[in-house]
């Protein structure tokens, strides 16, 4: 059976403690993490984000965010 996005969301931060957007694009092929993190505090987990800075492909400094699953 399939996995749904936010079920290869959940299994990627199990597995490697937490999940930023390039990473899900890369790793499971989504763009949609915003959305499947929405639905994963919906079904009741505590997900928990931070804002982290690091150097996109040019050199320049990007935000994006960082989540895990806090227990």
């Known amino acids: ?6 079920e ?9 403690g937490s999940i930023t957007p390039i ?6 092929g989504t763009f949609s993490l915003r959305e ?7 079904d009741g987990f505590n997900i928990q984000s931070k804002f982290e800075t690091g150097l996109n492909r040019w ?10 699953i806090a227990e």
């Open 59 to 68: 050199g320049t400094k990007t935000n994006y965010k960082r989540y895990w």
């Open 36 to 42: 499947a993190i929405r639905d994963l505090k919906r």
């Open 8 to 16: 290869r969301v959940y299994d990627y931060m199990k597995e490697f």
């Open 23 to 28: 990473e899900a694009y890369r790793d499971l």
């Open 1 to 6: 059976m399939k996995k749904s996005t936010k």
